[in-house]
Protein backbone atom coordinates (compact mmCIF):
# COMPACT_ATOMS: atom_id res chain seq x y z
CA UNK A 1 0.00 0.00 0.00
CA UNK A 2 1.28 3.70 -1.24
CA UNK A 3 2.69 6.27 2.13
CA UNK A 4 0.45 9.00 2.38
CA UNK A 5 1.75 12.41 3.52
CA UNK A 6 -0.59 15.08 4.17
CA UNK A 7 -1.40 17.91 1.83
CA UNK A 8 -0.12 21.68 3.40
CA UNK A 9 -2.22 23.44 5.36
CA UNK A 10 -2.01 26.26 8.11
CA UNK A 11 -0.90 24.80 11.36
CA UNK A 12 -3.01 26.18 14.36
CA UNK A 13 -1.54 24.95 17.45
CA UNK A 14 -4.24 22.77 19.89
CA UNK A 15 -6.25 25.48 21.85
CA UNK A 16 -8.35 23.15 24.63
CA UNK A 17 -6.65 19.85 23.14
CA UNK A 18 -9.07 18.31 22.79
CA UNK A 19 -10.70 17.51 19.47
CA UNK A 20 -14.17 16.54 18.43
CA UNK A 21 -16.48 15.08 15.89
CA UNK A 22 -19.78 13.57 15.32
CA UNK A 23 -20.72 11.31 12.58
CA UNK A 24 -24.48 9.12 11.60
CA UNK A 25 -24.27 5.76 10.76
CA UNK A 26 -27.11 4.07 8.79
CA UNK A 27 -26.15 0.74 10.43
CA UNK A 28 -27.40 -0.92 13.91
CA UNK A 29 -25.31 0.94 16.63
CA UNK A 30 -24.58 -2.39 18.50
CA UNK A 31 -22.75 -3.36 14.38
CA UNK A 32 -21.01 0.06 14.69
CA UNK A 33 -19.68 0.02 18.66
CA UNK A 34 -18.32 -4.02 17.75
CA UNK A 35 -16.34 -2.40 14.76
CA UNK A 36 -15.05 0.26 16.50
CA UNK A 37 -13.72 -2.46 19.79
CA UNK A 38 -12.67 -5.14 17.11
CA UNK A 39 -8.84 -3.20 17.05
CA UNK A 40 -7.77 -6.07 15.43
CA UNK A 41 -10.24 -5.89 12.39
CA UNK A 42 -9.64 -2.26 11.68
CA UNK A 43 -7.26 -2.92 9.27
CA UNK A 44 -9.91 -4.55 7.31
CA UNK A 45 -11.35 -0.68 7.35
CA UNK A 46 -9.76 2.14 8.39
CA UNK A 47 -7.21 3.32 5.70
CA UNK A 48 -4.60 4.94 7.71
CA UNK A 49 -4.36 1.38 9.73
CA UNK A 50 -2.09 -1.19 7.93
CA UNK A 51 -1.50 -4.06 10.86
CA UNK A 52 -2.14 -4.79 14.22
CA UNK A 53 -0.93 -7.09 16.52
CA UNK A 54 -1.44 -7.86 19.74
CA UNK A 55 0.34 -7.21 22.64
CA UNK A 56 -1.73 -8.59 25.79
CA UNK A 57 -5.08 -8.34 26.89
CA UNK A 58 -6.92 -4.99 25.78
CA UNK A 59 -3.53 -3.80 23.98
CA UNK A 60 -2.37 -3.63 20.46
CA UNK A 61 0.71 -2.81 18.34
CA UNK A 62 -0.56 -0.20 15.88
CA UNK A 63 1.26 0.17 12.41
CA UNK A 64 -0.15 3.25 10.51
CA UNK A 65 0.58 4.29 7.20
CA UNK A 66 -0.16 7.95 8.73
CA UNK A 67 1.82 8.48 12.49
CA UNK A 68 3.67 5.53 12.26
CA UNK A 69 3.77 2.74 15.05
CA UNK A 70 1.33 3.09 18.27
CA UNK A 71 0.26 1.65 21.31
CA UNK A 72 -3.59 1.37 21.79
CA UNK A 73 -4.70 0.17 25.26
CA UNK A 74 -8.23 0.10 26.26
CA UNK A 75 -9.49 2.30 28.85
CA UNK A 76 -12.85 1.34 29.47
CA UNK A 77 -15.48 0.10 27.77
CA UNK A 78 -19.58 0.43 28.34
CA UNK A 79 -20.65 -2.08 26.32
CA UNK A 80 -22.78 -0.75 23.12
CA UNK A 81 -22.15 3.10 24.58
CA UNK A 82 -18.46 3.74 25.23
CA UNK A 83 -15.30 3.06 24.07
CA UNK A 84 -12.07 4.89 25.31
CA UNK A 85 -8.24 4.47 24.37
CA UNK A 86 -5.00 5.35 25.31
CA UNK A 87 -2.93 5.52 22.56
CA UNK A 88 1.44 5.67 23.27
CA UNK A 89 3.34 7.15 20.49
CA UNK A 90 0.74 10.13 18.82
CA UNK A 91 0.10 13.38 19.33
CA UNK A 92 -3.36 12.14 20.06
CA UNK A 93 -2.98 10.73 23.59
CA UNK A 94 -6.28 9.08 23.62
CA UNK A 95 -9.67 9.00 22.30
CA UNK A 96 -12.92 8.09 23.09
CA UNK A 97 -15.90 6.59 21.13
CA UNK A 98 -19.72 7.20 22.37
CA UNK A 99 -21.92 4.92 19.84
CA UNK A 100 -25.66 5.91 20.25
CA UNK A 101 -28.82 5.52 18.45
CA UNK A 102 -30.27 8.40 16.86
CA UNK A 103 -33.41 7.66 14.67
CA UNK A 104 -32.41 4.29 13.43
CA UNK A 105 -29.17 5.48 12.93
CA UNK A 106 -25.91 5.00 14.82
CA UNK A 107 -24.74 8.14 15.89
CA UNK A 108 -20.43 8.18 16.54
CA UNK A 109 -19.05 11.24 18.86
CA UNK A 110 -15.59 11.16 18.99
CA UNK A 111 -13.34 13.12 21.38
CA UNK A 112 -9.48 13.15 20.94
CA UNK A 113 -7.23 14.43 23.95
CA UNK A 114 -4.23 16.06 22.00
CA UNK A 115 -0.75 17.36 23.35
CA UNK A 116 -1.33 21.53 23.06
CA UNK A 117 1.34 21.65 20.59
CA UNK A 118 -1.09 19.32 17.86
CA UNK A 119 -2.10 21.03 15.17
CA UNK A 120 -6.08 20.43 15.54
CA UNK A 121 -6.80 21.01 12.13
CA UNK A 122 -4.78 17.58 11.62
CA UNK A 123 -6.27 15.52 14.15
CA UNK A 124 -9.61 16.60 12.81
CA UNK A 125 -8.60 14.79 9.45
CA UNK A 126 -7.40 11.90 10.37
CA UNK A 127 -10.70 11.19 12.90
CA UNK A 128 -13.07 12.39 9.56
CA UNK A 129 -11.01 10.07 7.69
CA UNK A 130 -11.03 7.04 10.35
CA UNK A 131 -15.05 8.40 11.02
CA UNK A 132 -15.77 8.02 6.91
CA UNK A 133 -14.21 4.79 6.36
CA UNK A 134 -16.14 3.39 9.70
CA UNK A 135 -19.34 4.48 7.54
CA UNK A 136 -18.76 2.94 4.69
CA UNK A 137 -17.87 -0.11 5.88
CA UNK A 138 -20.49 -0.55 8.25
CA UNK A 139 -23.23 0.78 6.12
CA UNK A 140 -21.92 -1.91 3.52
CA UNK A 141 -22.37 -4.58 6.23
CA UNK A 142 -25.64 -3.27 6.67
CA UNK A 143 -26.39 -3.73 3.37
CA UNK A 144 -25.59 -7.38 3.30
CA UNK A 145 -21.77 -7.22 2.28
CA UNK A 146 -19.67 -9.92 3.05
CA UNK A 147 -16.55 -8.61 5.51
CA UNK A 148 -14.29 -10.98 3.23
CA UNK A 149 -14.72 -9.52 -0.22
CA UNK A 150 -14.31 -5.55 1.29
CA UNK A 151 -11.89 -3.60 -0.09
CA UNK A 152 -11.03 -0.58 1.51
CA UNK A 153 -10.77 3.03 0.19
CA UNK A 154 -7.51 5.03 -0.60
CA UNK A 155 -10.09 7.48 -1.90
CA UNK A 156 -11.12 8.71 1.06
CA UNK A 157 -7.99 9.84 2.20
CA UNK A 158 -7.84 11.97 -0.88
CA UNK A 159 -11.04 13.62 0.04
CA UNK A 160 -10.04 14.48 3.78
CA UNK A 161 -6.35 16.16 2.18
CA UNK A 162 -4.05 13.26 2.02
CA UNK A 163 -2.34 12.33 -1.30
CA UNK A 164 -0.40 8.92 -1.61
CA UNK A 165 3.19 9.49 -1.95
Known amino acids: ????????????????CEVEQ???????????????LNVANMPQWDPTISEVTHIRRNKYLVRTTTLGTLTFGLVGAIPYDRISWQIDGSFMQGVTFRVGLAD???????MAKVSPTTAASQVEEI??????????????LAN???PEA????????????????
Open 104 to 110: KLAQVDV
Open 150 to 165: YKKSTDLMQGVGWIAT
Open 22 to 36: TIQITAPHTRVYNLL
Open 127 to 140: IGLQLAALKQYAEY
Open 1 to 16: MAGFEQLPTAVQPCQS
Open 144 to 146: GGN
